[in-house]
């Protein structure tokens, strides 16, 4: 009886997880790059609770960590000169991230006091060669589909476009960024493009995640009561051998 109670606790572990995991892809639906998440779900499997000598084990639901769908999201036209997105899955603008380099898809950028190209949370973009600085006396600002910028009729730099032979080296740090996890070498990207005046939505769909929201509703209330019809059914038993002793 034990058993059947702690694989139910396990699913409830998971449902809880991939709530919080569903709940913040409807909330982050019109944020700009945000790339869906689900909760990937293991087998781990252990002892009976009462004779480890009988086999087989028993299975419990175990939290394999969350995956990312970095597929496209839809571009938007905007017209704000300062504004890119990249069309091509699987690449990313650089940023400067304290001592390290991190990775973005949001291109909604902005200027700091220093006329230098930042993330709305000024964090600097990095170009080929190093961080972008744009003089506004100098007027307007163009950029081309290879990340080239161009001022006054005069290349000013290059964004930094780049792509990982795995995107699972790629662990979400906060405001909207990814970081390195592992020691894999960013490489360019020269069949991604760069849109100016535009910027890409969320790939959530709001819809298949309301779904995903009832059906782990309905899995949960489904696990409790196997939970509590196990639970008394070890009830009735203990109950039953008090009377016959």
Known sequence: M?????????????????????????????????????????????????????????SFVLDNGVGRDFSQGALSQTGRTLDFAIEGEGAFFTVQDGADQ????????????????????????????????????????????????????ETIGRLSVVRFDSLGVLEKSGDGLYRNASNAVAQEAPDARVRQGMLEGSNVNPILEITNLIEIQRAY??????????TDLSRRAVERLGRAA
Do not use: C, W
């Open 102 to 153: 991190a990775y973005t898809r949001d291109g909604a950028f902005t200027l700091d006091a220093q006329g230098r190209l930042t993330t709305e949370t000024g964090h600097a973009v990095l170009g080929d060669g190093g961080e972008i600085v744009i003089n506004p006396e100098l007027g307007q600002v163009s950029v081309g589909a290879d990340g080239t910028i161009s001022q006054d009729g």
């Open 221 to 230: 209330e489904s696990v409790t009561r196997m939970i509590e019809n196990t």
């Open 2 to 58: 034990e058993n059947a109670a702690y694989v139910g606790l396990s699913r409830q572990m998971t449902l809880r997880r991939e709530l919080d995991i569903v709940a913040n892809n409807i909330a982050n639906a019109d944020t700009t790059g945000f790339k869906v998440e689900q909760l990937l779900v293991g087998e781990e499997v252990g002892e009976r609770a009462r004779n480890a000598f009988i086999r087989p084990g028993v």
